[in-house]
């Protein structure tokens, strides 16, 4: 995976699920996150359909991938299949992508939305994108940045 200060730009971040993709969208130079969307798509074809449209309209100079591993930061069977679709991204889209600690994010995620006041089934389908956002907060926080 790619190592390296960011290039200025829009950076878009995924939460990689077996049924779901959550997405979020931020600038390098303002290190601020925003839930974008959840991918929702069977197919691996589908998936990547729905990315590259992304990709086409947001115009990133950076993507970034979630890597879930135990809390104590082992790997576990997610780890593998986050890499490997972080490699298909790089290798489909010829973009730097980097991955970023996800421990705890969907939990994190679960309870920010609940704190908005919504219920378990309005939350859930903005879920996975707020899971995204942040992963990419994370990122930002952890990432030398162009004008450090």
Avoid: C, Y
Avoid at 24 to 51: W, Y
Avoid at 82 to 97: G, I, N, S, T
């Amino acid at each position: 995976m790619w190592l390296g200060t960011p290039e200025v730009g829009t950076v878009l971040a995924f939460d990689f699920g077996e049924k779901r993709i959550g997405v979020a969208t931020g600038e390098t130079l303002l290190g601020h996150a925003h839930p974008l969307t959840v991918i929702r798509a069977e197919s691996n074809d589908d998936r990547f359909a729905a990315i590259g449209k992304l990709i086409a309209e947001w115009q990133p100079t950076q993507l970034v991938v979630g890597l879930p591993t135990h809390a104590d930061g082992t790997p576990h069977g997610m780890t593998r299949l986050a890499q490997k679709f972080a490699e298909r991204l790089q290798r489909r889209f010829a973009l730097p992508v980097a991955l970023a600690d996800e421990r705890l994010t969907s939990l994190d995620a679960e309870t920010r939305l609940r704190e908005t006041g919504r219920s378990a089934r309005q939350a859930k389908p903005l879920l996975d994108a707020v899971a995204a956002q942040l992963i990419l907060q994370t990122w930002f926080e952890s990432t030398p940045h162009v004008t450090d």
